[in-house]
């Protein structure tokens, strides 16, 4: 698939989704936010439960969820998490580190020998990804919640106009 298919295949799914556009809005911007935050194996969990709570569209928070945390955008999050965490918390992980828990494992061993290469980044590096993944989030999540806010009442009002016409 070209970018320019995906895009559309996108702009499709929001523009069918139907329900309340401030609920729908509020789902994106949660789903924007989970997404960028570095948690991956909980971010479907954290949508359910968070979208429930909110009463949000649960559908709008898992697209763009899927649309900003890709094979695409991990590289980039994790490395923006840990620049913005390192220096906003008195903790620091560098490279040397990372490398050392990259080379385990890549070198494919088995699921408790990741657990505990993970393991030793300590809880330093948790504190680090967290917090500088949830201020590397904030103003994606706030600009995401007006413009999908702007383009679900776009959508309404066009599909309202559609319904008048015929």
Known sequence: MTPKRILRY?????????????SLARGTAIGIFLGITPIIPLHTIL?????????????????????VCNPLTYVAQYYFSIVIGNAITPYNLNWERMK??????????GFS???QSLGSLGL?????LVIGGTVLALPFTIA???????FFVT???KRRKK???N
């Open 10 to 22: 996108y702009y499709l799914k929001f523009t069918r989704l139907q329900g309340d556009p401030q």
């Open 47 to 67: 949508v359910l439960l968070v979208t429930f709570i909110t009463r949000t569209s649960t559908i709008a928070a898992m697209l763009a969820t899927i649309i």
């Open 100 to 109: 050392a828990v990259l080379d385990v494992l890549l070198s494919k061993p």
């Open 113 to 115: 020998e990741c657990m």
């Open 124 to 128: 330093e590096a948790v504190i680090i």
């Open 144 to 150: 995401s919640y007006f413009f999908s806010l702007r």
């Open 155 to 157: 959508v309404r009002e």
């Open 163 to 165: 319904h008048v016409l």
